[in-house]
C-alpha cells in the first residue's frame, strides 16, 4: 500500500510510534524506518508514551494487572512494571493467581 510523505509526518508529529504508524497506514515497519530516514527524520521507535503515576496506581487498586494497565493506557507492559516498582508495588497477576488456586 502506498502512502504520502503528509500522512507519514502527521503520524510522526503525532508522537507515534514506527509500529503505530506502520499500522495505521497498512505498511510494514520497516517501509514507515525507510521513508523517515530518507526525509531525514529520526525514528520514533524509541519513543515512550507519558505515563501518569497517579492512573497507574489507581488501576493497580482496582486490581487491574500489568498486561491490563498497559493495554488501558496504550503503553508497554514493561514501562508499567517499572512504575509499579517505582510506587512499590507488585503486579496484581500473582495476587489473582493465588485467589484462582484456592478456588
Do not use: C, W
Not at 510494514?28 to 530516514?37: D, K
Not at 494487572?65 to 507492559?77: D, E, F, M, P
Not at 514501562?79 to 497477576?93: C, F, P, R, T, V
Request: hydrophobic content about 40%; cysteine-free.
Amino acid at each position: 500500500m502506498k502512502f504520502s510523505d503528509e500522512e507519514l509526518l502527521e503520524l510522526y508529529r503525532q508522537g507515534l510510534t514506527n509500529k503505530e504508524i506502520a499500522d495505521r497506514l497498512g505498511v510494514t515497519q520497516a517501509s514507515v524506518h525507510y521513508r523517515l530516514q530518507k526525509l531525514g527524520f529520526l525514528n520514533n521507535y524509541h519513543v515512550e508514551k507519558t505515563i501518569d503515576p497517579e492512573q497507574v496506581e489507581v488501576l493497580h487498586k482496582m486490581g487491574v494487572t500489568n498486561v491490563g494497565i498497559a493495554l488501558l493506557l496504550q503503553t508497554s507492559v514493561l514501562a508499567i512494571s517499572q512504575h509499579l516498582k517505582e510506587l512499590g508495588l507488585k503486579d496484581n497477576y500473582y495476587r489473582l493467581k493465588e485467589i484462582v488456586s484456592r478456588g
